[in-house]
């Protein structure tokens, strides 16, 4: 049982933890919609939303009665993550919730950013993934502190998981902690896990079209990286439209184009890193003097 | 695609509230899904039969209110309706829109024995 949250055995695993968390992912469904003709309308209607006074149950006419929730279906995980963000808050840490589809090339960046940050900045990962320790040991050859949660069928990383990483993690103040979520532009979108930002990696040989396709990402996202940029000459992709796009879903939404395997247009991701750490320490003087970690 | 999950959180709402008020049996529950909160109905109707199997509210029905999507228009100054997150502006066609409803997601009431 774990101390945490008293929560039991699942199917989440996260590295060198013996005890997983599966109770909020189940995913055991493949197909939902083959089975919704036969599931989806076999309920009887028998309550009408506003249509008339259809759940006013008089007292002593049943023993049935209504009990009001009013209770947001995500409040789980949102406590989960406000104490996550309490936590980060407290450190001086900034977390960073990376955000792509599969194959956009959030590994890569992230061991690059690693390699040329290092010696500037404490760092440390959360690599999500639903199964193998391969990404976090990629980060790990860097020679800085990666901890894997394999979600197993889970889509998404949720708060839960990212609170128990952090205990095996202890990720330094004042340091950047870089959370790269499992490959999905649906589901992570929904699940706050205490980041101060999320960060959508978009490469330019996936569809300039993405933002709109998968506009829910792209709304929660402080920041959109356009990530493969040395391929542009090879392309049709037309980042213009691209951005234009990503405005449409979230006007207020920053946009940088570099490549991670060239290094062109990275030093605009690592100022942008530098800014967001600088607004984190705004409270914490004593972590960020220098801008510099011992 | 996470609507199982979403059904999960909804189940340990009602354990929750059963344990507090006291009753055993969920019969209906009201869940408010707004228009832009990327929840297929559908998919949350089979995930929360599957979840709820033999559970609390095995059988109950779901009756699911769908709030509409609301978005300002910065340059019209006013409450306008919009059907996606990327929907330009009904009556001046700007994209310049802040999203002011249609992301809920509650659970809103249940009729318990």
Redesign the interface.
């Known amino acids: 049982m774990c101390t945490v949250c008293g929560c039991g055995e699942g199917e989440a695993k996260i590295e060198g933890q013996d005890h997983g968390h599966d109770h909020d992912h189940p995913h055991v469904h493949q197909h939902p919609h083959e089975h919704s003709h036969t599931h989806g309308h076999d309920h009887g209607h028998r309550h009408h939303y506003g249509q008339g006074p259809a759940h006013a149950h008089a007292p002593g006419m049943s023993q049935s009665r209504m009990v009001q929730i009013e209770q947001d279906i995500l409040s789980k995980n949102n406590e989960y993550a406000a104490a996550n963000r309490r936590f980060f808050s407290d450190h001086g840490i900034l977390a960073l919730n990376l955000v792509s589809s599969p194959g956009s090339g959030k590994t890569m960046l992230l061991t690059r950013t690693i390699n040329e940050l290092k010696s500037e900045l404490e760092l440390s990962v959360i690599e999500g993934d639903q199964q193998t320790v391969n990404d976090a040991e990629r980060i790990r050859a860097t020679g800085v502190q990666a901890l894997q949660i394999n979600t197993g069928k889970g889509c998404h990383l949720d708060g839960h998981m990212v609170g128990h990483a952090m205990h095996s993690l202890k990720p330094a103040d004042g340091s950047v902690l870089f959370i790269e979520n499992v490959g999905n532009l649906v589901c992570p979108a929904a699940f706050d896990l205490g980041e101060a930002h999320k960060v959508a990696i978009l490469s330019v040989t996936e569809g300039e079209d993405k933002p709109i396709k998968y506009p829910d990402m792209f709304h929660a996202s402080d920041l959109m990286i356009l990530n493969k940029t040395d391929l542009l000459p090879y392309l049709d992709f037309d980042v213009e439209r691209c951005i234009e796009y990503a405005r449409r879903v979230n006007p207020g939404i920053r946009v940088l184009q570099l490549s991670a395997k060239s290094g062109e247009g990275i030093q605009g991701w690592y100022q942008w890193i530098r800014a967001a750490r600088q607004l984190v320490l705004t409270d914490h003087p004593e972590l960020g003097a220098s801008g510099l970690c011992a | 695609?996470?609507?199982?999950?979403?059904c999960?959180?909804?189940l340990?709402?009602m354990e929750q509230?059963a344990a507090s008020?006291g009753?055993t049996r969920v019969?209906?529950v009201?869940?408010e899904i707004g228009q832009?909160?990327?929840v297929?109905l559908?998919?949350m109707?089979?995930?929360f039969?599957?979840?709820t199997r033999g559970s609390l509210a095995d059988g109950a029905?779901?009756?699911i209110?769908q709030i509409p999507g609301e978005a300002w228009c910065m340059k019209c100054a006013k409450t306008v309706p919009v059907k996606?997150?990327?929907d330009?502006c009904p009556y001046c066609g700007s994209?310049?829109?802040?999203?002011t409803g249609g992301e809920e997601?509650?659970?809103?009431?249940?009729?318990?024995?």
């Open positions: 695609m996470h609507e199982v999950s979403l999960e959180s909804i340990q709402v509230s008020q009753y019969n209906s009201w869940l832009l909160s990327g297929d559908e998919a109707r089979f995930g039969e599957v979840v029905s779901l009756e209110v996606q997150r990327f330009e994209y310049q829109l802040q999203v997601l509650r659970v809103k009431e249940l009729e318990v024995d």
